[in-house]
Structure formats: C-alpha cells, structure tokens
C-alpha cells in the first residue's frame, strides 16, 4: 500500500511563488521518477516536470527558468518550487511518483497519483 499526500497549492499574485510537496509511504521498495503534471480549467493535462531518482531533469518550455523540481530520496518526497507565476500557470498540479514495490520474487513499477492540488494565480 502507498500512500501520497501532496501539499502546497493555493493562492498567489502574478510574480508570486508556491512550492508544492508529494511525501510518498508505505510499502514499496523504491521512488523512481518524480513527475508532475498540471490541469488548467477547460485544458488536457500536459506534463510540467519530471525528475529521475539520479537528479536528471526535465521540464516543459512553458515553465524552465522558473520552476525548479527536486527531490529528497531519504524523505521520499519530491518538490515543485514555482517562482514568477503566471495566470496561465494556474491549474491542478498532480505528483506522480513511480513506485517500485515486490510481489512474491516479482519486482514491478506502477504510477501512483496524487490527489492533485489547486494552484490560482490571480491579481
């Protein structure tokens, strides 16, 4: 069983900054990559960043040079530290770790979503 909390969304001005946190627990072996992806309203989803459990990184156009991932891999927790927000930059934010858990002698990796959370950017 995993479980995954994400924290961090709310409120803030153009120019603003948030920082969003997923804490991953539970059973499994290992945090692979880190990935989080955002929702606009009336948008598709689109991948924002991602992260591999060496620290290589990835991001979206939209975001580099603002957006910083990162993660603590004896915390099991991965961060999203979003400076110079925009308005467009509003949207859900899902965390999505891939997990790495055993079964029997069967090792296998799943996607573990976040419950997602609201980041407004508004004046």
């Known amino acids: 069983q995993v479980q995954l909390v994400e924290s961090g969304g709310g409120l803030a001005e153009p120019g603003g900054s948030l920082r969003l946190s997923c804490s991953a627990s539970?059973?499994?072996?290992?945090?692979?990559?880190i990935t989080w992806y955002r929702k606009p309203p009336g948008k598709e989803r689109e991948l924002v960043a991602a992260?591999?459990?060496?620290?290589?990184?990835n991001y979206t156009d939209s975001v580099k040079g603002r957006f910083t991932i990162s993660r603590d891999n004896a915390k099991n927790t991965g961060y999203l530290q979003m400076n110079s927000l925009k308005l467009e930059d509003t949207a859900v934010y899902y965390c999505?770790?891939?997990?790495?858990?055993?079964?029997?002698?069967?090792?296998?990796?799943?996607?573990?979503w976040g419950q997602g959370t609201q980041v407004t950017v508004s004046s």
């Open positions: 992260i591999t459990s060496e620290g290589t990184t």
């Open positions: 539970g059973i499994f072996l290992s945090i692979e990559t």
């Open positions: 999505v770790p891939r997990v790495r858990t055993k079964v029997s002698l069967t090792t296998y990796a799943f996607d573990k």
